[in-house]
DNA sequence: GTTCGGATTATCT
DNA sequence: GATAATCCGAACC
């Protein structure tokens, strides 16, 4: 039996996106990428959660091509390109509500040797931390998995872990963004080496 | 057609 | 922590 086949249903996807960007991470949910001859893998230990009607959602204005995937079924890819770097997100709610979940960050769990090809730096740690960095490890592109249905088990998809377990939770504003920043919508393992970024220290 | 800015990263101090 | 790189997409004219 392939490793890693749990495939998280639609259904999962079919919900709020905080809870589920928070649930991710709290599972140790899998992100899997499968050819024939290789596999890899990481623990989803960082999200961000895109509402309808939030200001930093690239659909907030409107529809456009880039931002059309998110529009689409629960438990499909948007990747977009942004500083010539993709972005990979899992979409949420029924079809024609725009959210998402952003994946920032996982913590290789096979296949590092593949990763380390498609991105060759020094740290193992500098494989995936950071959501340019892990589209790069896990080969994925716009051209190939905007709009990917990542329900099927094919390719690419997420599963739950092999055994149950509690992941601690932290939460945070998100990372990056100008507008919707007092928003508590990132979630990650505070225990995890792989996280992007520690949380800012608070201003006195 | 032109302008503007970004859900980042690498590299510098 | 600060900043340059770098280019695509969206908005506006």
């Known amino acids: 039996m392939m490793p890693f086949s749990n495939v ?21 949910a899998l992100l899997v990428e499968a050819q024939e001859g290789s596999i890899v893998a990481g623990r989803i230990v960082e999200t961000e959660a895109y509402l309808t009607g939030d200001p930093a959602c690239h659909a907030y204005r409107s529809r456009t091509p880039r931002n059309e995937a998110m529009f689409g079924p629960p438990g ?4 977009y390109s942004i500083h010539r770097v993709y972005c990979f997100n899992i979409v949420t709610e029924g079809e ?3 959210s998402a979940v952003l994946v920032r960050a996982v ?13 060759p730096v020094a740290a193992v740690v500098d494989l995936t931390r950071g959501p340019g960095k892990l589209c ?7 051209e190939t998995f905007n709009g990917w249905d990542l329900t099927g088990g094919e390719r690419l998809w997420v599963a739950s872990p092999p055994a149950a377990r509690q992941v601690p939770v932290a939460v945070s504003p998100r990372i990056g963004i100008s507008a919707g920043q007092d928003l508590l919508l990132r979630f990650y393992d505070p225990t995890s ?6 949380p800012r220290q608070p201003v006195p």
């Open 193 to 198: 080496l792989f996280v992007s970024r520690l």
């Open 8 to 28: 998280l249903p639609a259904a999962f996807f079919d919900r709020e996106p905080a809870a589920i960007a928070r649930e991710l991470v709290e599972m140790g």
């Open 96 to 98: 024609g509500v725009a």
């Open 76 to 79: 499909r890819a948007y990747v």
């Open 136 to 142: 790069q490890a896990f080969g994925i592109d716009r």
């Open 107 to 119: 913590e290789p769990v096979a296949g590092v040797e593949r990763m380390q090809e498609r991105r």
